[in-house]
């Protein structure tokens, strides 16, 4: 029997070795590729990364630099009438310190009572009121003391509302009479009491108003002697 070779073995073998080196260097080249893509993502990645930082960094400090610019203009345009505010509390209150307030009820002047209904329908604090949407621009603890003060200015408000309701005509009288309510609730005492809490925070807020628009302080005195004289 005769054994045949084939006389292209030895170039098939070849072949067949070049063709498995030649894929060994596609695989290590698609290696290399795929490692420099991931790469080249990464850092792009990376670059994004650091873009949107610095955007969010830029958009940050715009949003501070606009509130501290409405901080600003709310400081100038309301400075006055916070500083004033203490001043119209406590003149209403040193005309309720002329009433005659009793367990059984109270005795207030004509014109008094008229004035005071005056005072409260005209709010000392209407620009404060109008920009309170805009409050939450002011440092946290004065837009506080603001809001606070413009709901105890309404509830003072609703409180005279109520009492003046209960009132009968008194055109032609010198002295008014404030029944007591059908509770037994003196409501020019109640009155009094609530004019005094808002004098108390109206004096605190004013001055630290001051303080927050660099302006010079106001001097209290009187109003903290009718305090300390009321409580």
């Known amino acids: 029997m005769v054994i045949e070779f084939c006389p292209l073995a030895d170039e ?17 080249g698609g290696t290399i590729w795929v490692a420099l893509l991931a790469k080249s993502t990464s850092e792009r990645a990376t670059g994004i990364a650091e873009e949107a930082k610095t955007i969010a960094g ?19 345009l309301l400075a006055l009438e916070i500083a004033m505010f203490p001043l119209r509390i406590g003149a209403m209150i ?8 009793t367990t ?27 920009a ?6 002011l440092p946290d603890e004065l837009g506080e003391r603001l809001a606070e003060l413009i709901a105890m200015w309404k509830a003072l408000c609703l409180a005279m509302a109520r009492m003046v309701d209960r009132i009968p005509a008194h055109d032609d009288l010198e002295d008014v009479e404030v029944p007591l309510t059908v509770k037994g609730v003196n409501e020019l005492s109640t009155l009094r009491e ?7 925070v109206s004096i605190s807020t004013a001055r630290l108003f001051t303080e927050f628009a660099k302006a010079d302080p106001d001097d209290y005195s009187h109003e903290e002697a ?4 009321g409580r």
């Open 12 to 28: 098939v073998g070849k072949l067949s070795d070049w063709v498995s080196v030649g894929v060994g260097l596609l695989a290590a």
């Open 58 to 76: 830029q958009q940050h400090q715009e949003l501070v630099d606009h509130r501290e610019g409405i901080s600003r203009i709310l400081g100038n």
């Open 94 to 101: 040193e005309v309720l310190d002329d009433a005659v307030i």
């Open 104 to 130: 059984a009820g109270s005795f207030i002047g004509h014109r008094e009572l008229d004035w005071l209904i005056s005072e409260v329908s005209h709010s000392p604090i209407a620009t404060t009121e109008d």
């Open 132 to 137: 309170q949407e805009r409050l939450h621009n």
């Open 194 to 200: 609530l004019m005094l809490t808002l004098l108390g």
């Open 226 to 229: 009718l305090l300390a004289k």
